[in-house]
Structure formats: C-alpha cells, structure tokens
C-alpha cells in the first residue's frame, strides 16, 4: 500500500470511524502580535484556519457538545477528536494552554490534536500534554507546522522558523511519548523537487 489514509488509521486504532471536532481557543501567534512580525504566514487567513469553528466564547466543553450533538445525529458517530485547530495554541501560558485542554476531556473524546509551531513548544507544554494523556486516557498528537524544509521558502512564508526548531519539537515530543504531525504544503513555488 502506497498511501494509507488517515481515516482508516482511525478506524483501525478506534475500532470505528472517528470524527475531528475543529475547537477555537482565544490563541494567537507570534507571527501575528509582533514577536516575529505582524503580518502572520503568507499563506495564513486573517480568522487562521479556523473559519468553520464555533465561537471562542464558547467554553471548550460547549463547542464540544454543540458539535458532538450535531456530528453524532447526522452522521451516527460515537467518537471523537477534539482539535485545537486555529492558531498556535502552545503560545499560550502553560497553566492556561492545560486548563483548555482539561476541558476537551469529556466523553467519546479518544484524542486531543493540538495544532501549533514548532518555536512555540518546550519541555513544560510536553509535560502537561503528557500528564492529561495519561490522567484523561486520551491519545495526544501534536500537529506542527512546518510548512516546507527549504530555509529560503521558510523566509519568503514569513514563517520565523527553520528546520532546526521542527526538528528539535518533534525529538522533544518522541521523548515524551507524544505523537506528532508534521503540517506541510507541497509542490510551494519556491522548492524544487529535493526540497518536496
């Protein structure tokens, strides 16, 4: 098998077809708040990625519940990913990244996936992904953007980061025991072939 899809690696780990609740948490990004610059990614929307999601007034919990109500009566599902989706939800402080996180443990949640950049992650955020992991029985999966391998493309995104910071979250996340996701555009018009 060439390509193994990830709705079937669901299935296979769950037992069942598993569902991804987007989730929308007031976070923001160092690419946007003046750390690293104003303007954000190049490819990034002024909402993020988050245009589908419910309201970040909405509790954690009740965008969970609104969206589990609905996915679960149309399409006759019983589990579920929560997904902090919109932003870099690592730059947060850590008590408050945890507090969000805590509230995504509810039932029928088999995972949390935490979409973030590779430069806003260290060691304490792996800690508390790792304790919830433990303490809610859920999975974990850290999805990082790393977008391209190419440094000048890196630049030209206005991404802020290189490789180095990717590679280091994710040997940081291996020695956690927390599973990760690398986010990539392919075929960009800056790379070439080696760099896809």
């Known amino acids: 098998m060439l390509y193994y899809k990830f709705s079937d690696y669901l299935s296979r780990t769950y037992g069942e077809k598993v569902y991804k609740i987007?989730?929308?948490i007031p976070a923001t990004c160092p690419n946007r708040d003046g750390l690293i610059s104003f303007d954000g990614c190049a490819f990034c929307g002024e909402e993020g990625a988050g245009f589908e999601n419910l309201s970040a007034s909405l509790s954690v919990t009740e965008q969970l519940q609104k969206n589990i109500a609905y996915i679960s009566e149309k399409y006759n599902a019983g589990k579920f990913i929560a997904y902090f989706q919109n932003y870099s939800n690592t730059y947060l402080p850590a008590d408050v990244f945890e507090s969000?996180?805590?509230?995504?443990?509810?039932?029928?949640?088999v995972a949390l996936y935490i979409s973030?950049?590779?430069?806003?992650?260290?060691?304490?955020?792996?800690?508390?992904m790792t304790e919830i992991s433990e303490e809610g029985n859920v999975?974990?999966?850290?999805?990082?953007?790393?977008?391209?391998?190419?440094?000048?493309?890196?630049?030209?995104?206005?991404?802020?980061?290189?490789?180095?910071?990717f590679l280091d979250s994710v040997i940081r996340?291996?020695?956690?025991?927390?599973?990760?996701?690398?986010?990539?555009?392919?075929?960009?018009p800056m790379d070439n072939i080696d760099d896809v």
């Open 22 to 24: 987007p989730l929308n």
């Open 100 to 109: 969000y996180l805590k509230q995504a443990l509810v039932e029928d949640i």
């Open 116 to 128: 973030t950049r590779p430069d806003c992650l260290n060691n304490r955020y792996y800690e508390i």
């Open 139 to 165: 999975d974990i999966v850290v999805e990082i953007g790393l977008q391209t391998v190419n440094y000048h493309t890196l630049k030209k995104l206005n991404r802020g980061h290189g490789l180095a910071e």
């Open 173 to 188: 996340a291996k020695k956690c025991g927390i599973k990760t996701c690398a986010h990539m555009i392919l075929d960009l």
